[in-house]
């Protein structure tokens, strides 16, 4: 299964950047049911969750990450969103979308924070 993550560039500490990922075609049907993710791995480290939106709504997020990222979800659109304001140079990675159910991957978006 191909997610396709978009959205992500260059931005200046304090800045901000929407990324979004689209489901494919082939669990349209069934994206609302699902649990949808972003992780990030910044490089020499391991890919972290930043946030979690569940099928209810339910969102969950990674402690350095809270009040400041938004993750959101369109079930119409089969799309998910993750707002990013007050972005920090640690912020810098590449970002993921993932599937809980089906531990499926998209091939993920470079953000980086510097001035």
């Known amino acids: 299964v191909q997610l396709q993550a978009s959205g992500g560039g260059l931005v200046q500490p304090g800045g901000s950047l929407r990324l979004s990922c689209a489901a494919p075609?082939?669990?349209?049907?069934?994206?609302?049911?699902?649990?949808m993710e972003w992780y990030r791995q910044a490089p020499g480290k391991q890919r972290e969750m930043v946030a979690r939106?569940?099928?209810?709504?339910?969102?969950k997020y990674e402690d350095s990450v809270k009040d400041r990222f938004t993750i959101s979800r369109d079930n119409a659109k089969k799309k998910i969103y993750l707002q990013m304001n007050s972005l920090k140079p640690d912020d810098t990675a590449v970002y993921y979308c993932?599937?809980?159910?089906?531990?499926?991957w998209g091939q993920g978006t470079q953000v980086t924070v510097s001035s």
């Open positions: 939106i569940m099928s209810d709504g339910t969102t």
């Open positions: 075609r082939t669990i349209s049907s069934t994206f609302w049911g699902l649990d």
């Open positions: 993932h599937i809980f159910e089906t531990n499926s």
